[in-house]
């Protein structure tokens, strides 16, 4: 109460003991000072208001982005539409997302235009405008290697798909290198050291990966010598036989035919003798037929010459003089006169040449038993008696054993009998 009635009100006392400076001036500061000044130096010294409209503008060029980039792409569409190939239609297509990344570059650099930063915050979002625009210029080299890889059928003829392959894997690592090292020098990281310092571990490294270098110049030497492409049927005396699926940097991957995956090391393959059956200009067929020795001459002349008609008049066998072409009598067996069909199918596909040998094993057999009336030997042997020893001439005396048997066992009883008369 005796506070109350004071002639000093409460509000009064505390503006004098708060606004005091330290010179004896009272001077009043106002909340709005406060405020004006915490909204001037809001933000390491950034005007929160100046922060508020670049957030405004981004976010106005977040939403704009769809617009932008659909206009950015359908005018260098409209500019690509006049040429006469289709090359620049599929970079344009693969360098698209990398477009419509620029309209939040564009709302990130008037954002900070908008915040007009000084000293340390100006150097900070200038290399983030920087290394953005890095980013998406390596961004979009990096997706146009992919079209222009299967368009290049041109270096193919000199190079083999395998090798552009290669050849377009590394342009991909060297633009990603390339680009890390353009925005690690924005950063004023130095890559001249670095790349000394990752020599000395890689020389390190090396010692222990010699396997991984050497699997990496084995697939070089494969691919520089096309033993064999993706697709091919290949084998590889007691490693694997199957189709080749892919040639990477290490290793090689042939599908098995029950389907199995099976990894080989480049190293093994260029070292190894590798037969590849998908280079064969045509399948081969090698029967040797064998007839009974009471074939005659004639039956011999009708199957050769009716076996050499059928090759020469179906047209799914090849002809000399591109391949030999030999059906002879080749020698006397055990048990059979025996022929040696040899001969090669035009094609080349398992599937069908199958399909061609049996047919062609169902008219060797109708020649040899309908044609000839012969009919095919199969091992046996015959057992011819000269003479027989002169005890053979004679029968043999010979007594049952049961007989022998009761007359012993009967004698004793007679004997008993007469001795008891």
């Given at each position: 109460?005796?506070?109350?009635?004071?002639?000093?009100?409460?509000?009064?006392?505390?503006?004098?003991?708060?606004?005091?400076?330290?010179?004896?001036?009272?001077?009043?500061?106002?909340?709005?000072?406060?405020?004006?000044?915490?909204?001037?130096?809001?933000?390491?010294?950034?005007?929160?208001?100046?922060?508020?409209?670049?957030?405004?503008?981004?976010?106005?060029?977040?939403?704009?982005?769809?617009?932008?980039?659909?206009?950015?792409?359908?005018?260098?569409?409209?500019?690509?539409?006049?040429?006469?190939?289709?090359?620049?239609?599929?970079?344009?297509?693969?360098?698209?997302?990398?477009?419509?990344?620029?309209?939040?570059?564009?709302?990130?650099?008037?954002?900070?235009?908008?915040?007009?930063?000084?000293?340390?915050?100006?150097?900070?979002?200038?290399?983030?405008?920087?290394?953005?625009?890095?980013?998406?210029?390596?961004?979009?080299?990096?997706?146009?290697?992919?079209?222009?890889?299967?368009?290049?059928?041109?270096?193919?003829?000199?190079?083999?798909?395998?090798?552009?392959?290669?050849?377009?894997?590394?342009?991909?690592?060297?633009?990603?290198?390339?680009?890390?090292?353009?925005?690690?020098?924005?950063?004023?990281?130095?890559?001249?050291?670095?790349?000394?310092?990752?020599?000395?571990?890689?020389?390190?490294?090396?010692?222990?990966?010699?396997?991984?270098?050497?699997?990496?110049?084995?697939?070089?030497?494969?691919?520089?010598?096309?033993?064999?492409?993706?697709?091919?049927?290949?084998?590889?005396?007691?490693?694997?036989?199957?189709?080749?699926?892919?040639?990477?940097?290490?290793?090689?991957?042939?599908?098995?035919?029950?389907?199995?995956?099976v990894f080989v090391p480049n190293a093994d393959l260029s070292d190894a003798t590798v037969i590849n059956f998908s280079r064969m200009t045509n399948r081969r067929i090698y029967w040797k037929i064998g007839v009974t020795y009471d074939t005659t001459r004639e039956q011999l002349?009708?199957?050769?010459?009716?076996?050499?008609?059928?090759?020469?008049?179906?047209?799914?066998?090849?002809?000399?003089?591109?391949?030999?072409?030999?059906?002879?009598?080749?020698?006397?067996?055990?048990?059979?006169?025996?022929?040696?069909?040899?001969?090669?199918?035009?094609?080349?596909?398992?599937?069908?040449?199958?399909?061609?040998?049996?047919?062609?094993?169902?008219?060797?057999?109708?020649?040899?038993?309908?044609?000839?009336?012969?009919?095919?030997?199969?091992?046996?042997?015959?057992?011819?008696?000269?003479?027989?020893?002169?005890?053979?001439?004679?029968?043999?005396?010979?007594?049952?054993?049961?007989?022998?048997?009761?007359?012993?066992?009967?004698?004793?009883?007679?004997?008993?009998?007469?001795?008891?008369?």
């Amino acid at each position: 109460m005796q506070i109350l009635s004071s002639t000093t009100s409460p509000t009064e006392n505390i503006s004098e003991t708060v606004n005091t400076n330290p010179g004896g001036d009272d001077t009043v500061i106002s909340i709005w000072d406060e405020v004006v000044n915490v909204w001037q130096n809001g933000f390491m010294g950034i005007d929160i208001g100046k922060i508020i409209v670049a957030l405004f503008i981004l976010s106005i060029f977040l939403v704009l982005r769809g617009l932008i980039s659909k206009y950015l792409i359908n005018s260098i569409k409209r500019w690509s539409e006049k040429s006469k190939t289709d090359i620049d239609n599929k970079i344009i297509k693969a360098i698209a997302p990398p477009i419509r990344f620029i309209p939040i570059i564009i709302g990130v650099f008037f954002a900070v235009q908008t915040l007009n930063p000084q000293g340390f915050l100006a150097v900070f979002f200038s290399r983030i405008i920087r290394s953005m625009i890095a980013y998406t210029i390596f961004w979009a080299l990096h997706r146009a290697l992919s079209p222009m890889q299967a368009i290049s059928r041109k270096m193919e003829r000199i190079l083999t798909a395998t090798m552009t392959t290669w050849v377009f894997k590394f342009l991909k690592v060297a633009v990603v290198f390339i680009g890390s090292a353009v925005i690690l020098e924005i950063w004023g990281i130095a890559i001249g050291p670095l790349l000394a310092g990752l020599g000395l571990f890689g020389a390190a490294v090396a010692l222990g990966a010699q396997d991984l270098c050497k699997n990496l110049i084995g697939g070089a030497t494969v691919i520089a010598e096309k033993r064999f492409y993706p697709g091919d049927w290949i084998k590889v005396e007691g490693v694997v036989e199957g189709v080749v699926e892919d040639i990477g940097f290490r290793s090689t991957l042939v599908r098995r035919f029950d389907k199995a995956p099976v990894f080989v090391p480049n190293a093994d393959l260029s070292d190894a003798t590798v037969i590849n059956f998908s280079r064969m200009t045509n399948r081969r067929i090698y029967w040797k037929i064998g007839v009974t020795y009471d074939t005659t001459r004639e039956q011999l002349i009708t199957i050769r010459d009716e076996i050499i008609k059928y090759l020469e008049e179906n047209d799914a066998f090849e002809k000399p003089p591109l391949v030999p072409l030999f059906v002879r009598i080749e020698g006397f067996n055990d048990s059979s006169i025996d022929f040696m069909v040899y001969c090669f199918t035009k094609t080349t596909n398992w599937g069908e040449w199958l399909e061609i040998r049996e047919e062609f094993a169902l008219v060797i057999k109708d020649i040899i038993e309908n044609k000839a009336g012969t009919s095919f030997a199969f091992p046996s042997q015959s057992i011819y008696v000269e003479s027989l020893p002169d005890t053979m001439d004679k029968p043999e005396l010979f007594t049952p054993p049961e007989a022998k048997t009761k007359s012993k066992k009967t004698a004793p009883k007679s004997v008993a009998k007469k001795e008891g008369k």
